[in-house]
């Protein structure tokens, strides 16, 4: 089946630093991959998405680029704040023809930014 | 903001009590979803309904029982559950994507239960 597995962390930097969260997938079809951020005692927002490959999803300054050949959709920051701190969660759907479906996320990357 | 609101925001409950957990969304959307979302483990898809029919369930003990009277509105009855069921139950919504569209969820904030 399905998965997606990323770092758990906690991660911690320092503010102004570089981010990469990893993240690579499993899936029999050709998923749409997202990245959710949780904010501590919120639900999840989509941050960003990226539906076929080489595609780049992009937001509030994080990216992550669609790579099929290595199954990754890595998030990037080139300079964190304290408010990025959060909970992020590499996720994905492979509906393959429509319909509603659940996504397969990852387990989240637990992220501390000091000032 | 998010057009997906869960009540309550926090439920303690007994063994033998009870509950349900309601969830509406405003977003115009045909399809709903619940999740859980305990420590340490990855969101479990619990029940999918797209256009107010069940299309999923998850292996999930008969302790929880969804209902979906229309598009907007999700419950989760809750009933003789176990201390183990403490979890953030999270609500979410999309619209029921065609062959060429993705399927973007919109989350509400969860529901915090705890079961004593």
């Known amino acids: 089946g399905d998965s997606v597995t990323q770092m758990e962390g906690p991660v911690t930097l320092s503010e102004e630093a570089f981010l990469t969260i990893n993240c690579t997938y499993t899936a029999t079809g050709y998923p749409s991959l997202f990245w959710y951020v949780q904010y501590p005692g919120e639900g999840l927002q989509l941050l ?68 | 903001e998010t057009g997906v609101t869960q009540t309550p925001r926090h439920l303690v409950m007994g063994m033998t009590n009870k509950k349900s957990l309601k969830c509406e969304q405003h977003l115009g959307h045909n399809a709903m979803y619940w999740y859980k979302q305990s420590a340490k483990k990855p969101l479990e898809l619990m029940f999918v309904y797209s256009l107010e ?22 419950f989760l009855h809750l009933h003789t559950l176990q201390p183990e069921d403490s979890a953030l139950y999270l609500c979410a919504s999309s619209q029921e994507p065609d062959r060429l569209s993705y399927n973007e969820q919109f989350f509400g904030p969860g529901t915090r239960l705890t079961v004593l």
């Open chain 1, 48 to 115: 960003l998405k990226a539906t076929k490959a080489d595609d780049k999803g992009s937001n509030k300054g994080f990216e992550a680029t669609y790579r099929k050949e290595t199954t990754s959709f890595h998030l990037e920051k080139g300079s964190v704040q304290v408010s990025d701190s959060a909970v992020y969660f590499c996720a994905l759907s492979d509906r393959g023809g429509g319909g509603a479906d659940g996504l397969t996320f990852g387990k989240g990357t637990h992220l501390i930014i000091q000032p």
């Open chain 2, 53 to 74: 029919e069940r299309v999923e369930n998850n292996s999930v003990p008969s302790r929880f029982s969804p209902e979906c009277p229309n598009s907007s509105h999700l």
